[in-house]
């Protein structure tokens, strides 16, 4: 059951970033009808993401005792949450943001994500 719940949590991880990072690009570009679709599935796939999580952590309480790889992990993921909720809103609210600060900010989201993958599938500390 563990395994199932793992590989649902890696699937809605993933979902949650790739959709992220297409509402960050329709941002950028100004795509209104886009932005509402990428939107909605990123937070719909960042709540999912983080029930999948806790619910992890509910099967294994001793995971937090394994490393530090656990903390960092959730750090950068609540920051990406607090990322994708803020994007939201400043688009419902129709504010613009920079074109140089919407192709930094896609680019740390990746790098990030694939950081927390790796912290994911390699746990190095």
Do not use: C
Request: proline fraction near 1%; hydrophobic fraction near 55%; avoid cysteine.
């Amino acid at each position: 059951m563990l395994s199932f719940y793992f590989s649902l949590h890696i699937i809605a991880v993933t979902s949650w970033i790739m959709f992220l990072l297409q509402f960050i690009k329709s941002l950028q570009h100004q795509r209104i009808n886009e932005g509402y679709v990428f939107g909605f599935l990123s937070l719909f796939f960042l709540v999912v993401t983080f029930y999948l999580g806790i619910k992890l952590i509910g099967f294994n309480h001793d995971i937090f005792k394994s490393g530090g790889w656990l903390h960092l992990k959730i750090t950068l993921a609540l920051m990406l949450g607090i990322e994708n909720i803020y994007y939201f809103y400043k688009f419902v609210r129709r504010k613009k943001i920079s074109l140089k600060l919407a192709e930094i900010n896609y680019w740390m989201t990746y790098l990030i994500f694939v950081f927390i993958l790796f912290l994911t599938l390699f746990r190095p500390f």
